[in-house]
T-cell receptor, first 110, second 115 residues
Framework: GDSVTQMEGPVTLSEEAFLTINCTYT??????LFWYVQYPGEGLQLLLK?????DKGSNKGFEATYRKETTSFHLEKGSVQVSDSAVYFC?????????FGKGTSLLVTP | DADVTQTPRNRITKTGKRIMLECSQT?????MYWYRQDPGLGLRLIYY???????NKGEISDGYSVSRQAQAKFSLSLESAIPNQTALYFC??????????????FGPGTRLTVL
């Protein structure tokens, strides 16, 4: 079935470092792709999304591009902040619900 | 006030007990979902409902049941709780307008521990 694989964490970075979290997907059709973020003690929030190939989603300095040729949707941010410490989930939506990756924990230190 | 609320936020129970987790939303969405989150496994879909009369099983529905009492309320029940149902449970909602691309909005979660 349709699924996503994302890099395992935890990822620890210093403030202002560059962030990449890898996500690849397997799908029979053309699903929408999402990044969700979960801050400590909270539910998931949509960070960004892309609905077709070559679309770039962006929000709060984070970006991800829907790459059909490499079946990827890597999350990037040029300069992370301590407040970005959270768990990040890549997800795809082939139809009615979301299929999530296992999550990548990010810790940003001052 | 939060758009998607879950009660209780934390619950500890014993094996064999019946447990109900409740979800309410004020977003006016017609679609609601229940997921469970386990460390290292991400979120997995338990049940989903497209409207009051349309309820469907998800990936891991065994041992669970649901009730859609109204458009705004969607409850998850564990008829006889077992320890491997210890997890963080999330309710989510989405609007059907616009099709499959719509954002899902998540509640804060219920942490359930079954002893």
């Amino acid at each position: 079935g349709d699924s996503v694989t994302q890099m395992e964490g935890p990822v620890t970075l210093s403030e202002e470092a560059f962030l990449t979290i890898n996500c690849t997907y397997t799908a029979t059709g053309y699903p929408s792709l999402f990044w969700y973020v979960q801050y400590p003690g909270e539910g998931l929030q949509l960070l960004l999304k892309a609905t077709k190939a070559d679309d770039k989603g962006s929000n709060k300095g984070f970006e991800a591009t829907y790459r059909k040729e490499t079946t990827s949707f890597h999350l990037e941010k040029g300069s992370v902040q301590v407040s970005d410490s959270a768990v990040y989930f890549c997800a795809l939506r082939p139809g009615y619900a979301l299929n999530f990756g296992k999550g990548t924990s990010l810790l940003v230190t001052p | 006030d939060a758009d998607v609320t879950q009660t209780p936020r934390n619950r500890i129970t014993k094996t064999g007990k019946r447990i109900m987790l409740e979800c309410s939303q004020t977003k006016g969405h017609d679609r609601m979902y229940w997921y469970r989150q386990d460390p290292g496994l991400g979120l997995r879909l338990i049940y989903y409902s497209f409207d009051v009369k349309d309820i469907n099983k998800g990936e891991i529905s065994d041992g669970y049941s649901v009730s859609r009492q109204a458009q705004a309320k969607f409850s998850l029940s564990l008829e006889s709780a077992i320890p491997n149902q210890t997890a963080l449970y999330f309710c989510a909602t989405s609007d059907s307008v616009g099709g499959a691309y719509n954002e899902q909005f998540f509640g804060p979660g219920t942490r359930l521990t079954v002893l």
